[in-house]
């Protein structure tokens, strides 16, 4: 039932889409009422049985037109409402029963208020003068000899008769005429904020496409320039005869290298606000095995249902990360051994929207003396600025980090 009172015929303007579903629904209820009123009119009242036939095809006739046409959906209705209108006359000029005169004044009526709202205020004032007219020449001229009371009204009565109805239909017009103006100003007044909001909106789009590409140049010039610096730490650590004084410079480079990397994901991608995070340690390790020499030798897994992470806290975690990973390959691994060193990663959400949590495992052996390096006192300060803590477990498995951030 719900599929056949709303069609699946759409309009642009949301007002042509309300008067075609008004016209569609009115054809389906009439088909619905008039069939069983023609049915049952083949054995009760023959003589109006063809009356109900042509009004139950015209209605599917319009039916079937508004499907196949349904932006003729004005002219259709024009059509129909101008043959109940021409059909409520003659029944009002042929038959002298009082109440089918009631009953054609209905229809007509409906005719003026259905063509106001489908069809417009001039057809709907065209229609509301024709009524008052037909039935000021009906008062004045035509009075069927069964009309008795007609017959027995004076001039004056006549004349107060007509001016009775023709106040009421004013009324009805002026009603109508009133609430299409008022429909007609709130319709204006919604499309020009719309088309207000519609241009700011553009604006502020436009404006803020601009400042992304402006961000992500200042990101991308910022990558540039720490990849500038990288390239100078490793010019001048090639220059060292210490190993020591190496070590601590790629350490330095390492660092460096992962705020590099920062920079770069965000000028790559649309948002400015966050980061992927598992695409970002995927990286981060991906880059830093590269530059150990290492990443044959290592497999890693990155584990995240924290899908991202602010800017501002994304530096600092990607620090403790490097912190971790450094710490695992010069403390945790012997390389000079054969076999299986594994790094895991899992993230997951905390109780509260900032809260979040880092499992960071190698399964390596940590050597002694390491407590108090520089790489975990760097860990410690990245964890405060993070609103963290943390523990450190050893045990046959490897090293456990356990982190908790936000709290």
């Known amino acids: 039932m719900m599929k056949i009172l709303n069609p699946n015929i759409s309009f642009d303007d949301y007002r042509e889409q309300a008067k075609f579903l008004f016209i569609w629904r009115l054809m389906v209820f009439s088909i619905m009422l008039t069939t069983p009123f023609t049915v049952s009119h083949i054995f009760i009242a023959q003589d109006q049985f063809l009356y109900f036939l042509i009004s139950l095809i015209s209605d599917i006739l319009i039916i079937y037109f508004l499907w196949k046409r349904p932006e003729k959906y004005r002219l259709i209705t024009l059509l129909f409402f101008s043959s109940v209108f021409l ?56 009075t069927p000899i069964e009309y008795v009371g007609i017959q027995q009204m004076s001039l004056f009565d006549k004349l107060t008769s007509i001016a009775q109805i023709s106040l009421g239909l004013s009324i ?23 088309l207000k909001l519609k241009e700011e909106n553009e604006r502020v789009e436009k404006k803020n496409n601009e400042n992304i590409i402006l961000l992500q140049e200042v990101h991308h010039r910022v990558k540039n320039n720490l990849q500038v610096i990288i390239s100078l730490l490793r010019i001048q650590s090639s220059e060292f005869k210490s190993q020591e004084a190496k070590i601590a410079f790629q350490d330095t480079i390492n660092r460096v290298l992962s705020m590099s990397l920062i920079h770069q994901k965000i000028y790559q991608k649309e948002s400015m606000v966050d980061i992927d995070l598992e695409d970002y340690l995927k990286t981060l390790l991906a880059d830093l095995l590269q530059v150990s020499g290492e990443q044959s030798k290592v497999r890693y897994e990155v584990h995240s249902d924290f899908k991202s992470i602010d800017i501002d806290k994304m530096v600092p975690f990607g620090l403790i990360v490097n912190e971790l990973l450094s710490n695992s390959l010069k403390h945790a691994f012997n390389f000079s051994l054969e076999g299986d060193y594994r790094i895991v990663i899992d993230i997951k959400k905390g109780s509260g929207p900032e809260y979040f949590s880092l499992n960071y495992l190698d399964n390596g052996v940590w050597k002694e003396g390491t407590d108090k390096s520089f ?10 600025q993070l609103n963290g803590k943390y523990r450190r477990v050893i045990n046959e498995k490897g090293t456990q980090y356990e982190f908790e951030f936000g709290e």
Not at 112 to 117: L, P, S
Not at 172 to 187: D, K, L, Q
Not at 375 to 384: A, M, P, R, S, W
């Open 87 to 142: 059909i409520a006359v003659q029944f009002m000029f042929t038959l002298g029963n009082p109440e089918l005169n009631v009953q054609a004044f209905i229809w007509m009526m409906m005719v003026v208020i259905c063509t106001y709202f489908t069809a417009g205020s001039f057809w709907g004032t065209l229609y509301l003068v024709l009524t008052a007219t037909a039935f000021s020449i009906y008062y004045f001229t035509y």
């Open 172 to 194: 009805i017009g002026y009603t109508m005429f009133s609430y299409h103006s008022v429909n007609t100003h709130a319709f204006k007044e919604a499309r020009d904020a719309y």
């Open 375 to 384: 790489g975990l006192q760097l860990i410690d300060i990245f964890t405060e």
